[in-house]
């Protein structure tokens, strides 16, 4: 997460005290095109600027990479920039590059004359920006390199992998104490976009930041609307979903095995969305060609394992979608947040069942690790269960988890919010299920799992059923007052709140120390009521908007009559970025032309006003972009009129409010 952000993370006017000075502000505005800062990014680049350590939590998408990348430029020297991302450093450079920022990388995908011309180029003081893998610095000659040149600030990017307990963790990330021992007079500043508390301390000790200042910002991303529903079948809910909202539109669908990735990308190719596998099994090659489609082209879908997304800055991912349940909060969090990094709308959509549960709790059991690894894990899983099951406000209960207070009203931008879930006293219905579980323990010696225990309770009797005697038990046909998935949702329930629990190979269920207040009715159990059938997703755009697919969701809030210019703009970034070789992103995010199409400038001036368009882009494509615009009004000035011709075909402009730079 938050690589070279500064072309997709869009800063809003701050005001009053903590301003960044006159040069930091005159910096942000000539290279990036903003006109105000974001947030903390102020106080955050002049702490920096000053010399000073820092260490940052930032949501993705709230400017972290604006927080090191001003200071390099600021401050005498070059910036080193210790990321874990290879595979990306590229289109970080390019990025910059594109920005008209002097930026370079060192890494093991150059030969021998690259490496040396970057190295030479940095020795004479002309990068602003140095990008190094933290292996790198493992080196002698990488640091006797860094020790010939100037630095003028080392941003630790991804410094969350430095957690031995966390979801990314890198080894190498350890070593990196040394620069504060050999560079004490470098401000270091260290950047993640997802840390609990526990994490954001353990960053602290090993990086060897004890007087670094901790600025932590709001975790909040309220352009996402974050969904989880019932798991039926996932891979048609999953298409529904894509059909009904985000048709055309780039995102990634995370799945927990490579055998999954493969069948899901098949299945939705099959169906008419474009989508590419990216698992670890795939060779470098095929993983390279299918990362790099991903950035360079619209309405692409990568269907991956958690390997994928670290890093990519991507900003007009409209959708992150789990066909399985994340291990942590964290790792959900930091997932969903490779959506809607350009501010617009995006979702956070997961489709979750019991076997998910059952799943987890299994590869908990059997996996690698001592037991103070596997209590960290369940406590994780416990924490990603109850965001799962929770009647309130999924957003707040995200905040909450990082340590930050929700509106106590909700969100208004999340499936509980919009729809709230009916509870119920589910007691009863707990007491049948552990009864039934009791009784096969107690008087059989056995142990089954979910299936045999629905099975029972309904009194079916199947081939099993029948084989076992179950059909015998006190508690066999019990449970008719509840259909086979809302028994489901009962045991699905019961494991998240800890009141069953997953033993062994096959995931039998067993009770648990809590089970026995239950059973004695000392303890009520409220469950959430499942749907009798799996909603299908709705669509959030208008229909007939008449924009075209590929901008669905950016497209939404704009004017039928604007939406013509804007695809226009679209395809001349598209032939563009094509040319030079470059994502689309990196000539203008679609937040820009949104920009630009609401603004309709007519001068290289006034297109010079447009939140994203700094100096080096103005005279990149300045011309150019007017050009397009300049067609598409040209049949409307050649027809008679009254006023201003060149006007005919855009809104007047109190239709349509001046875009805010949070968008």
């Known amino acids: 997460m938050g690589a070279t952000g500064g072309i997709s993370e869009m800063p809003q006017v701050t005001e009053g005290p903590g301003a960044a000075d006159s040069e930091a502000l005159a ?18 680049i002049e702490h920096v600027v000053a010399g000073k350590d820092a260490l940052v939590l930032m949501p993705t998408g709230g400017g972290k990479s604006l927080c090191y990348q001003i200071p390099a430029l ?11 991302l290879i595979a990306l450093m590229q289109d970080q450079v390019d990025a910059l590059r594109a920005l008209g920022v002097r930026a370079g990388f060192i890494n093991s995908t150059q030969d021998f004359d690259e490496r040396r011309l970057v190295e030479a180029e940095f020795q004479a003081g002309e990068l602003d920006l140095l990008y190094l893998a933290p292996e790198r610095l493992r080196l002698d000659t990488t640091l006797d390199l860094l020790s010939r040149g100037k630095i003028s600030v080392f941003a630790i990017d991804e410094a969350h992998c430095v957690s031995q307990w966390g ?32 994490t954001h301390e353990e960053i602290t000790q090993r990086l060897n930041l004890p007087t670094a200042r901790h600025f932590v910002a709001s975790f909040d991303r309220p352009n996402i609307q974050y969904r989880i529903v019932p798991k039926a079948d996932p891979k048609k809910q999953l298409l529904a979903f894509l059909r009904e909202e985000h ?36 060779d470098a090659g095929t993983r390279a060609a299918h990362q790099s489609r991903f950035l360079r082209e619209d309405g ?36 969903t947040g490779r959506a809607g990094r350009d501010g617009l709308p995006a979702t956070g959509w997961m489709a979750y069942g019991l076997n998910d549960v059952i799943q987890q709790r299994k590869l908990i059991q059997s996996g690698e690790g001592d037991e103070a690894f596997r209590r960290r894990s369940a406590a994780h899983l416990d924490a990603m269960l109850a965001l799962c099951e929770t009647a309130r406000c999924r957003r707040g209960q995200l905040l909450a988890y990082f340590g930050q207070d929700p509106d106590a009203a909700g969100c208004g931008n999340c499936d509980t919010c919009l729809t709230p879930p009916e509870t119920w006293d589910g007691t009863v219905a707990a007491q049948k299920v552990l009864s039934t579980v009791v009784r096969l323990q107690r008087e059989r010696g056995q142990k089954f799992g979910a299936v045999q225990i629905v099975d029972i309770l309904l009194g079916k009797r199947t081939g099993k059923v029948i084989q076992f ?22 045991i699905r329930q019961l494991l998240a709140q800890g009141l069953l629990a997953v033993e062994g190979e096959y995931g039998t269920l067993v009770l648990t120390e809590t089970s026995g207040s239950v059973l004695r009715s000392d303890r009520e159990v409220p469950l959430r009521k499942e749907p009798k059938k ?38 001349w970034r598209t032939e563009q970025a094509r040319e030079q070789g470059v994502p689309p992103y990196i000539v203008f995010n679609d937040a820009t032309l949104r920009g630009i199409v609401t603004l309709r400038p007519t001068s290289v001036r006034e297109l010079g006003t447009v939140s994203g368009v700094g100096e080096k882009k103005l005279a990149t494509y300045g011309e150019g972009v007017l050009a397009v615009l300049a067609s598409l009004a040209a049949p409307a000035a050649a027809a008679p009129a009254v006023g201003d011709a060149a006007d005919a075909d855009w809104p007047e402009p109190d239709e349509e409010p001046e875009p805010d730079d949070w968008m």
């Not at 269907?303 to 942590?328: C, E, N, W, Y």
């Not at 005697?469 to 009962?490: C, M, N």
């Open 300 to 335: 692409l879908v990568v269907v991956a394992t958690i390997a994928f997304g670290m890093g990519i800055d991507k900003p007009d991912v409209r959708f992150v979608a789990h066909l399985d349940l994340p291990k942590s909060i964290e790792g959900y969090y930091q997932e």
């Open 534 to 571: 799996p909603a299908v997703a709705r669509s959030r755009s208008t229909s007939g908007s008449g924009g075209g697919s590929k901008a669905k969701a950016v497209a939404a809030e704009l004017p039928d009559e604007l939406l013509p210019a804007f695809e226009a703009l679209r395809a």
């Open 469 to 490: 005697d179950h059909d015998q038990l006190s508690v066999f046909g019990i449970g008719t007052d509840l259909t086979e998935i809302e028994w489901r949702g009962v």
């Open 247 to 282: 048709t055309g539109d780039a995102g990634i669908v995370y799945c927990l095995s490579r055998n999954s990735v493969e069948r899901t990308a098949e299945f939705l190719t099959a169906n008419g969305i474009e989508a590419v596998p990216y698992h670890a099994g795939l």
């Open 27 to 44: 910096t942000l505005h000539r290279v990036f095109g903003y006109e105000a800062f974001r947030g903390e990014q102020a106080e955050i």
């Open 167 to 198: 979801h990314d963790f890198r080894p190498d990330y350890l070593a990196l104490s040394l620069l504060g021992e050999r560079w004490p007079d470098v401000p270091r500043i260290a950047l993640t976009a997802t840390a609990t508390r526990a």
């Open 74 to 84: 600021v401050r005498a020297g070059t910036g080193v920039v210790i990321s874990p």
